[in-house]
């Protein structure tokens, strides 16, 4: 079987979708969240959607099949918020490479099961991290802006937590994603480095930042090419953008992206902006021709879905992405 980096010189390859807009469809209650493992919890767990890697496998399970069904060749894991930090809110932080672990082994199940089905189209697990619930460079408070709630050094530790139980789970590439503040960011890039050497590894890793707004900035203040920058000593195989805006909005930030950056060009955007309930209104065929945009001027070389995509919005934009050649970049950084 052909590794991901040599496919990703052949073609385009095509992220899964929201794992959130997926569970929300299941209505769990309570009891979804504790079966087997946390019966009892002294605290509410609802809403804890990395638990149910541990609960409900056969949710997560087919929820990446759907994906896989879809078109997607990379299929996240369930573990966006799978560090002590994000962990702490629900004292479930003594199970953080519990979650990561099986989220990563019930995603390489599904990925095998499928490259087995289909040799000529192998599939591929990324190991989400997410930007954790507290920032290395903002100030929560208001009327101190010289306060923070967590230092640099405490963010390496809980990465370096998080990417070990996912490479020990047979990820194929990390991926620290939705990014708001590059600090983390670079924690997270230090941590991994740190995993790597430790375990004799080298995954290829994705870096994806958010655009929060229609200034063009992360929440931490930068640009497109000074996120870019920022993230440019590591080692990374691609960088890109997802979440907070729609295709339509991301173009000109992801134009800015393919042209000056070294690396590959990734970006899955939400299916829209979020209507007053907080919904996303945008319907597959609408998002893949607003994706088809990005694929005519050749900015993309891995593309899928954020908040509010389901696997309709991925095999739409999978159909799409197999006519296209992947953006071509000067230097061989994969």
């Not at 809980?158 to 503040?181: H, K, P, R, W, Y």
């Not at 655009?211 to 870019?228: C, V, W």
């Not at 909005?249 to 209507?275: D, T």
């Amino acid at each position: 079987m052909s590794t991901i980096k040599e496919e990703l010189k052949k073609r385009i390859l095509v992220l899964d979708g929201a794992m959130g807009t997926m569970i929300q469809q299941y209505k769990l209650g309570e009891e979804d969240f504790r079966k087997g493992w946390f019966e009892g919890h002294d605290s509410p767990l609802k809403g804890n959607n990395d638990l149910l890697s541990l609960t409900r496998p056969d949710i997560i399970k087919t929820i990446h099949a759907k994906y896989f069904e879809a078109g997607a060749d990379i299929v996240e894991t369930n573990t966006f918020s799978g560090t002590t930090i994000a962990q702490e809110d629900y004292n479930t932080q003594d199970k953080v490479y519990e979650i990561n672990f099986h989220s990563a082994k019930i995603a390489r199940e599904v990925a095998d099961e499928f490259t087995a089905r289909e040799p000529n189209k192998p599939r591929f697990v990324a190991g989400s991290i997410g930007p954790t619930n507290k920032t290395a460079s903002i100030s929560p408070v208001i009327n101190d802006p010289g306060f923070r709630a967590i230092s640099f050094d405490e963010l390496v530790v809980a990465f370096a937590q998080q990417a070990e139980a996912l490479v020990d789970g047979g990820v194929d590439m990390l991926l620290v994603e939705t990014v708001i503040d590059t600090l983390n960011a670079k924690a997270a890039l230090f941590a991994i480095e740190q995993v790597f050497e430790k375990k004799g590894v080298e995954l290829p890793i994705m870096v994806s930042g958010t655009i929060t707004d229609q200034s063009g900035r992360t929440l931490s203040g930068q640009t497109t090419e000074a996120f870019m920058i920022s993230t440019e000593h590591a080692p990374v195989t691609s960088i890109g953008l997802n979440c907070a805006l729609g295709a339509k909005e991301l173009r000109p930030y992801l134009q800015v992206m393919a042209k000056k950056s070294p690396f590959l060009v990734s970006a899955h955007p939400n299916a829209g902006l979020p209507n007053e309930f907080g919904e996303y209104d945008e319907t597959p065929e609408m998002m893949a021709d607003q994706i088809k945009v990005f694929l005519d001027e050749g900015l993309l070389n891995i593309v899928g879905g954020c908040c509010g995509t389901t696997p309709a919005h991925i095999k739409a934009i999978a159909e799409l992405a197999k006519d296209y050649k992947p953006r071509e970049i000067k230097q061989n950084y994969i």
